[in-house]
């Protein structure tokens, strides 16, 4: 890779760097990466009221189950990614693929649910969550990968469109929640938006198919190797975990707290009503999943000021600065406390909370993936260095999900005293 380019990149403004194709293409396929899981996410309400029916034992542990789902799936499979370190930029193009499926497949039984048993929806929704996981977890094993090898500021790029890939989601199903009026018929989404929200995860992958093709990455990427002597196809050269947990220890620890801290926020926004503007529900979730995407793009952006950057900015620092994000779940309980409120400035609070909450996620985040380059030395350290810190978000993820059981059952408790 060209160094100069590297550092003229580096110094230059998120404007100029969004001229740049490369820079673009690793922007864009970030969002491919994160926008299939914000979609299911933010349509939770959907899924919970037109398809399951709200008082379904299916409505009520879809959200718990779809991130549990989701988060162990793509964790074993990132083990499995991990100690094969090999055709990365092959499996960047194969997840892509396999999304675009997994979401034209959703599509239709979104389509057709009315005639399908619950329990067969429900079933078939999560071997899709399933899908979409494995296929996630490939091309972000992938793109990392490459985004190391090519430099930090190619990982910002990567951490940038995921926070993208929550925001225009989160909006998308903002307007759809005010755009549409079903008082008649008991439903608060229209059939035929939902259908276009959800395919629009198939159309963005796509999209990344297509640019990370044009733009010749993977080939770019197979020359830099092979200038250094590496073959990337190689299954006898790995790096051993241990050796990447010495060097990276602090960074990949503050990745999975992020993880663990991070994975109660849909449980609080689905639960937390309006009680001083007295917005319905089926405005106020997508209003708050907006608000919260909103932070996290923010934090991804501040991640790449100078101050950040420098090496004063350790990553002892950044762990540290991931632990304190659990001063957030006492303030959250205390709004599952106020429900009984009237006041605006409640759901004020909220919203800034959630905000800030996100701001947080995603500072913390963007920080441990920039820095990696910085503290490896070799491509083949840097390379390996994808899966690695991939399985920590696995990790962090899926204890996430499992303690948001537990935050269900606080929050029960609470509402009922």
């Known amino acids: 890779m060209n160094h100069d380019a590297i550092d003229e990149l580096e110094n230059t403004s998120l404007v100029h760097k969004l001229r740049n194709v490369e820079y673009l293409t690793f922007c864009m396929i970030g969002v491919g990466l994160l926008w299939p899981w914000n979609c299911i996410l933010s349509a939770v309400l959907y899924f919970r009221h037109d398809m399951f029916q709200d008082v379904t034992t299916w409505a009520k542990i879809f959200a718990s189950t779809m991130m549990a789902v989701s988060t162990i799936a793509s964790l074993a499979f990132n083990v499995w990614l991990a100690s094969r370190q090999s055709s990365y930029p092959q499996r960047v193009v194969r997840g892509l693929v396999w999304q675009v499926l997994a979401f034209v497949v959703l599509t239709l039984i979104c389509l057709i649910h009315e005639v399908l048993p619950m329990w067969f929806s429900f079933i078939f929704i999560m071997i899709l969550v399933l899908m979409s996981a494995v296929s996630t977890a490939l091309t972000q094993n992938g793109i990392l990968a490459i985004a190391n090898v090519f430099g930090s500021e190619y990982s910002q790029a990567v951490m940038l469109g995921q926070a993208v890939a929550g925001v225009l ?77 010495e060097k990276l220890r602090y960074l990949v620890l503050s990745i999975f707290l992020t993880f663990v801290v991070t994975l109660i926020f849909p449980v609080f926004a689905s639960t937390i009503k309006s009680v001083g503007f007295k917005i319905d529900d089926s405005h106020y979730m997508p209003l708050i999943f907006t608000l919260w995407n909103l932070g996290d793009l923010y934090g991804r952006v501040l991640a790449d000021l100078p101050y950040f950057q420098d090496e004063s900015f350790t990553p002892l620092k950044t762990f540290v600065y991931s632990a304190l994000r659990l001063l957030h779940i006492p303030l959250f309980l205390y709004f599952v406390k106020t429900q009984n409120g009237h006041s605006i400035l409640l759901d004020l609070g909220y919203m800034l909370l959630q905000f800030i909450f996100g701001v947080t996620n995603g500072h913390t985040i963007s920080l441990s993936f920039m820095k990696v380059p910085h503290v490896l030395k070799s491509d083949v350290e840097k390379e390996a260095a994808g899966g690695f810190t991939n399985i920590f978000v696995s990790v962090g993820l899926a204890c996430g999900s499992l303690l948001s059981y537990l935050f269900v059952f606080i929050i029960s408790s609470i509402t009922h005293t």
């Open 169 to 245: 989601p989160s909006v998308v199903l903002l307007l759809l929640s005010f755009g549409n009026n079903h008082a008649e018929t008991g439903r608060d989404q229209s059939k035929l938006g939902i259908l276009f929200y959800i395919m629009t995860t198939a159309m963005v992958c796509g999209a990344c198919i297509f640019l990370f093709r044009q733009t010749g990455i993977g080939e770019k990427f197979t020359a830099i190797m092979t200038e250094e002597g590496i073959d990337i196809d190689r299954d006898d050269e790995k790096v051993p975990f241990g050796v990447l947990f």
